[in-house]
């Protein structure tokens, strides 16, 4: 996740999408699902910092995350996939839903 966090920061978007990618099936294929709600999120934070940003296929990741956070109990996971999901539907104007994510995460 790192390098591609990294990637994506210096506009090397599809590098940093195809690691994550690759990661992610790896995890899937291995039944490695610790990590994967922090993948998924931070897939949707690559797609968001492309050049051409894909909000609808991060709110997809993002949604993702969080079913898995909760299935797994992860509250550390989910929170972060949570504060990003609330940023991801501001940042489209969906104000109210964004707050409608956010505050049962809180409570």
Request: aromatic share 4%.
């Amino acid at each position: 996740m790192p390098l591609a966090e990294a990637l994506a920061a210096t506009g090397r978007g599809d590098e940093a999408l195809d690691i994550l990618d690759q990661a992610i099936a790896r995890g899937r294929r291995r039944n490695f699902m610790v990590e994967m709600p922090d993948m998924l999120r931070a897939r949707a934070e690559v797609l968001i910092r492309k050049d051409n940003p894909d909000f609808l296929e991060a709110e997809r990741s993002l949604a993702q995350s969080l079913d898995l956070a909760r299935h797994q109990g992860a509250l550390g996971f989910e929170l972060r996939t949570t504060i990003d999901l609330a940023r991801l539907l501001r940042r489209r104007g969906r104000r109210s839903e964004a707050q409608d994510v956010l505050a049962p995460v809180y409570g």
